[in-house]
């Protein structure tokens, strides 16, 4: 058990047998899981559903897809409660990603128009507003905030870099590599006033945040239901609620092409649409054993506990970091930062091959990240996680990834 001084572990949470959460899950018992923040982790539960739905499926094929727009519909409902908006707004598609990408698709050429981002945004959707400037034969700006940058001065970050040739801003709600939020809810009211586009980047907020559209004012926002939600792979949601929602179609046309939104996305051809319809017993899952509030509180603090633990190790090295966590200007539930060593994750690929490299040398699945030329392990918590899993990590792999440093 580690002695340092940091708050008290919260108790980790239990079946009702009494059984430890990760039974509930299928996995690997020789490994350390913490980074439930980049993929997720399907519980059992969801699973067999899931597999029941794809045997379904193959025992009458010509009597499942004709039937499936009604099924996908009810699962949008079943969805659409969870996230507490209207089923009417939301579609499902497969990631997060995918739905950035049928904005993107969906909007007019706007030549001379710039496109604003943050230096948090999540590559691939920078990378997809890239593109889009380059077939609008235009620019895209950045917005740099600071990673200790409180609401205000995030929000006056955005601010500073709009003016009257911005026409669409892509903005994260919470963000991947840095684990922290933006402040969606005030750009969305002045973006509104403006008549600028704003897409919200919601990856990583349903089953972080209760309610994560209440109160945000946007043309399109996305959001994965496969990490903190724990659905299968290839389940995400997209949310329109103004005049953009007309022009949204699914990437691939099927016969549901001439639907209105959100139904024509029930309509995807012979894809595998079972992950989405087991989406809400994975959701349901959490909710009937602990209720969705009572784990994210777990969450939060197992979360804040695991980042004093392994930060603290990291002081005790003896090399030049922090023995704190990060200061996070607007931190989120369930995710902390920790400063690497010196040299270590100074770049995407960098960081991605320490990921790499702590699967296969130490059995930690865990995720590293880099921001402004820095280096940071990133910690995620969920309910199957337990305190030891980090005191794991602070007694064991802190030593090895400061010998990784100093070589």
Not at 50 to 65: C, G, I, K, S, T
Not at 263 to 278: E, I, K, S
Not at 334 to 350: K, Q, W
């Amino acid at each position: 058990m580690y002695e340092g001084e940091v708050a008290a572990a919260p108790r980790p949470l239990t079946l009702r047998d009494g059984r430890p959460a990760m039974a509930a899950w299928t996995l690997d018992a020789r490994r350390r899981h913490l980074n439930h923040g980049s993929f997720g982790a399907v519980p059992r539960v969801a699973q067999e559903r899931q597999n029941a739905l794809r045997a379904e499926m193959e025992r009458a094929p010509v009597a499942w897809f004709p039937a499936l727009p009604g099924r996908m519909a009810a699962t949008r409902a079943a969805v659409a409660a969870h996230l507490r908006t209207d089923s009417a707004d939301l579609a499902l598609v497969p990631n997060a990603s995918a739905g950035v990408s049928v904005v993107y698709a969906a909007l007019a050429a706007r030549p001379g128009a710039d496109i604003l981002v943050t230096d948090h945004g999540y590559g691939a959707v920078t990378m997809g507003a890239q593109r889009l400037a380059a077939r609008w034969g235009t620019g895209v700006r950045t917005a740099r905030v600071p990673l200790a940058a409180d609401a205000e001065q995030a929000y006056q970050a955005v601010m500073a870099e709009i003016d009257d040739d911005v026409t669409l801003i892509v903005l994260d709600q919470i963000t991947s590599a840095t684990a922290r939020l933006m402040p969606a809810e005030r750009v969305g009211v002045e973006a509104a006033r403006r008549g600028i586009t704003l897409l919200v980047d919601g990856a990583h907020a349903p089953g972080l945040l209760a309610a994560p559209l209440d109160g945000l004012v946007c043309d399109a926002w996305v959001g994965n239901l496969h990490k903190w939600g724990c659905a299968p792979r290839g389940t995400a949601a997209l949310v329109a609620r103004g005049p953009l929602r007309g022009d949204l179609h699914p990437l691939i046309d099927s016969w549901g092409a001439a639907e209105p939104f959100p139904d024509r996305f029930d309509h995807q051809g012979t894809l595998d649409a079972t992950g989405c319809l087991a989406a809400p017993t994975a959701l349901d899952f959490i909710d009937d054993t602990w209720g969705w509030d009572t784990a994210r509180r777990y969450m939060d603090e197992l979360a804040d506990y695991g980042a004093q633990v392994v930060a603290a190790a990291f002081g005790r090295t003896g090399t030049p970091v922090d023995p704190d966590p990060v200061d996070v200007g607007m931190p989120v539930p369930g995710m902390r930062l920790v400063r690497l060593p010196e040299g270590l994750g100074t770049s995407r690929v960098a960081a991605d091959a320490l990921r790499d490299r702590a699967t296969a040398e130490l059995g930690v699945e865990a995720a590293f990240t880099s921001f402004d030329g820095l280096g940071y392990l990133r910690l995620s918590a969920h309910v199957y996680n337990t305190p030891e899993d980090y005191e794991y990590f602070a007694e064991t792999c802190v030593p090895v990834v400061e010998k990784w440093a100093r070589a």
